[in-house]
């Protein structure tokens, strides 16, 4: 079943808005949570990680706010630009060491309009 | 930085014929490398996951019989799709952890049509 859930499918935002990306997630055992962006013809670009054991985290334009009680996060993109738009794809795993498997949400499309 | 290649970017085969992949990755060693198959629809799937010295393992729904993998060293892994037919569409991709780092970094994946 899916273990990585993300809501809406799709968003539209005006340029300078905030887009907000949900994501829900089944595994309590799931302490890793990157969020990848992905643009037509290319592969996923690794944006902004966080782990459970936090409940924000930054880098620049891009916030995660974490809930590990509620088993859920969110992407914030703050100021939107054109630039961002792209599908957004959060993914969960259980760090047991390196190469542990990712699962994937299935994504979000984010169109910004200037 | 972190970079991660594949190719052949793109590639057309024929139904029934086999086509093999490469993954490189450049400014880290890649003790793990995940294959994953992302559809038209966008979702991804996890095919098998591979670390260096340990045994390749496979998800359900995908064999080392129809997708042979090889991870000889710390920069490279390649990955067969034997006898390949329409549902084996879809761009495939690599994910490549380094060291004692847990972040996956993808390559651009490698488009496989099948006629």
């Known amino acids: 079943q899916q273990q990585v859930r993300q809501s809406p499918q799709s968003l539209t935002v005006w340029e300078g808005e905030t887009a907000i990306l949900n994501c829900s997630y089944e595994?309590?055992?799931?302490?890793?949570f990157p969020w990848y962006q992905q643009f037509p013809g290319e592969g996923p670009a690794l944006l902004i990680s966080?782990?459970?054991?936090?409940n924000k985290k930054e880098d620049g334009r891009f916030t995660i706010f974490f809930n590990k009680r509620e088993k859920k996060l969110s992407l914030h993109i703050a100021d939107s630009q054109p630039g961002d738009s792209a599908t957004y794809f959060c993914?969960?795993?259980?760090?047991?060491?390196?190469?542990?498997?990712?699962?994937f949400g299935k994504g979000a499309k984010l169109t910004v309009s200037p | 930085g972190a970079l991660v290649y594949q190719y052949p970017r793109r590639t057309i085969c024929k139904s029934g014929t086999s086509m093999r992949m490469e993954c490189q990755a450049v400014?880290?060693?890649?003790?793990?490398v995940a294959w994953y198959r992302q559809s038209p629809q966008k979702t991804f799937e996890l095919i098998a996951l591979s670390t260096v010295n340990s045994a390749i393992k496979y998800e359900q729904n995908f064999t080392q019989e129809k997708f042979p993998i090889s991870h000889p060293n710390l920069s490279f892994s390649s990955m067969t799709v034997l006898n390949a037919y329409l549902e084996d569409r879809g761009l495939y991709l690599c994910?490549?952890?380094?060291?004692?780092?847990?972040?996956?970094?993808f390559g651009p994946g490698t488009r496989l049509t099948v006629l």
């Open positions: 595994n309590s055992a799931f302490d890793y």
């Open positions: 966080i782990l459970s054991v936090s």
């Open positions: 994910g490549a952890y380094g060291g004692d780092r847990y972040e996956q970094y």
């Open positions: 993914a969960a795993s259980e760090q047991q060491g390196t190469g542990s498997k990712l699962s």
């Open positions: 400014g880290f060693q890649a003790t793990s």
